[in-house]
């Protein structure tokens, strides 16, 4: 059974950061196109970062290029979100996903739970 658990969420003010994580089960870890979206009340889920099959090649909303910066950890199946440098529009709830099969193409169809975080002014 495949498992998504995100941690690291909370309340911050603007300019402060955030690590959100990722603990991943139940599929093959590496070699895994795995991302992390924000979705706000009225606003549909937006990809935020994505972390190709690779581990290296990344990809982010204009929104968040610049000040976050996601990673992984193979050994401890992992997933990172650094976030530095916050705003307010950044606050929402935050999902780690992973696709359906390895490449990006194949679709998001796993899901955590969500972590939720909040920025004020």
């Known amino acids: 059974q495949v498992q998504l658990v995100e941690s690291g969420g909370g309340s911050v003010l603007a300019g402060g950061s955030l690590r959100l994580s990722c603990a991943v089960s139940?599929?093959?870890?590496?070699?895994?196109?795995m991302a992390w979206f924000r979705q706000t009340p009225g606003k549909e889920r937006e990809e935020v970062a994505r972390l190709d099959r690779d581990g290296k090649t990344t990809t982010y909303a204009d929104s968040a290029k610049g000040r976050f910066t996601i990673a992984k950890d193979n050994a401890k199946k992992t997933l990172y979100l650094q976030m530095d440098n916050l705003k307010v529009e950044d606050t929402g709830m935050y999902y780690c996903?992973?696709?359906?099969?390895?490449?990006?193409?194949?679709?998001?169809?796993?899901w955590g739970q969500g972590t939720q975080v909040t920025v004020s002014s």
């Open positions: 996903s992973t696709v359906r099969g390895t490449f990006c193409d194949t679709g998001f169809a796993y």
């Open positions: 139940g599929v093959t870890y590496d070699y895994r196109c």
